[in-house]
Nanobody, 112 residues
Framework: QVQLVESGGGLVQPGGSLRLSCAVS????????MRWYRQAPGKERELVAA????????SYADSVKGRFTISRDNAKSAVYLQMNSLKPEDTAVYYC?????WGQGTQVTVSS
């Protein structure tokens, strides 16, 4: 059974940081690129960051470039999203995605 389980979300003040984790089980993580998406209320889901199977290459949405960092640890079957300098507009549910699978999401709220 394939599972992607996100954690690390929460409430943070503007300018703060959070690190999201995605624990993957049931498929061989190293064979797949992985992605983080987010969906804010009333908006479409958008791609935030992506990383290749080896972790060598990454890409980011313009809105998070320079503030967010995606990484992975294939040995631990985990993917991470380090989020710095958070802004209120980063408030959303963040989802981990790989192959055809999605996690359940973790809420990130940036507010003073």
């Amino acid at each position: 059974q394939v599972q992607l389980v996100e954690s690390g979300g929460g409430l943070v003040q503007p300018g703060g940081s959070l690190r999201l984790s995605c624990a993957v089980s049931g498929f061989n993580l190293k064979n797949f690129p992985m992605r983080w998406y987010r969906q804010a209320p009333g908006k479409e889901r958008e791609l935030v960051a992506a990383i290749t199977g080896t972790g060598i290459s990454t890409s980011y949405a313009d809105s998070v470039k320079g503030r967010f960092t995606i990484s992975r640890d294939n040995a631990k079957s985990a993917v991470y999203l380090q989020m710095n300098s958070l802004k209120p507009e980063d408030t959303a549910v963040y989802y981990c995605q790989g192959s055809t699978y999605w996690g359940q999401g973790t809420q990130v709220t940036v507010s003073s």
